[in-house]
């Protein structure tokens, strides 16, 4: 991917050095890239106009350069069969008045026809990251620009779908990033801003459901994230 990115993003993300992937154990050298992750950070104006430039570069990727790579594993078919399946699984998240009820409205959408229109998507493909954290995010101070790290997990995506990811990942919680100023900064084509508006339901009832006492999500985040990520549901769902 690294090789990928250096031909058609060049200066995008870490350029690849030296590799031995036959090796026991593999091992990839890459460039150490500068500056700082945006995650725990108030993201500035000037930040998420960066941010969104490198993530409109990524996407201008050729459409058959994208094809003969790989889909990532967390796509929007995983996402909604996991996101119900927690739901499923009617976990513990408390007595909070706001909490349930965010549930409620949660299951209802989970049960429409609306997370199933997602997993065939309509428009062409793009190269992504696969993974929203903020972490993956790294403002150079320098020359006033963002690059990406983190690409163990990229791969053959869905535009929408990685704009929810970065809108909604927990890591949000971390710090500030106006997600409506983000995508007004995206190149997004007719009728694709609906789409991310349900990938972001998706995606934030997902780490909602995590979120119980017992949740796997729980421990990396601190108190209040669950009536926080309730009300971040209710308000997109609303």
Avoid at 133 to 141: E, P
């Amino acid at each position: 991917m690294l090789t990928l990115l250096a031909e058609h993003a060049p200066d995008l993300a870490p350029t690849p050095v030296e590799a031995a992937l036959e090796a026991d154990p593999p091992m990839i050298v890459m460039s150490r890239l500068p500056g700082r992750i945006l995650r725990g950070d108030h993201a500035t104006g000037e930040q998420i106009t960066a941010m969104a430039a490198a993530l409109n570069r990524l996407h201008q990727i050729p459409r058959q350069v994208v094809e003969r790579v790989e889909p990532a594993s967390w796509r929007p078919a995983a996402a909604v069969d996991k996101t119900r399946a927690w739901a499923n699984k009617q976990p513990d998240l408390g007595h909070d008045p706001l909490v349930r009820e965010a549930f409620r409205a949660g299951v209802a959408w989970l049960a429409s026809s609306a997370p199933d229109q997602l997993i065939s998507n309509p428009l062409p493909p793009v190269l992504g990251l696969a993974d929203g954290n903020h972490a993956n995010y790294l403002w150079d101070d320098h020359e006033r620009r963002v690059r990406l790290i983190d690409w163990e997990d990229s791969g053959r995506s869905d535009r929408a779908f990685e704009m929810g990811e970065v809108c909604e990942h927990i890591s949000r919680i971390d710090g500030v990033l106006d997600a409506e100023q983000l995508l007004a900064c995206i190149d997004l084509a007719p009728g694709e801003a609906e789409r991310v508006r349900d990938v972001r339901r998706l995606i934030a009832l997902g780490w909602f459901l995590q979120l119980g006492p017992d949740g796997p999500a729980t421990p990396h985040n601190p108190a209040g994230t669950l009536e926080r990520q309730a009300h971040r549901v209710l308000q997109l769902l609303g």
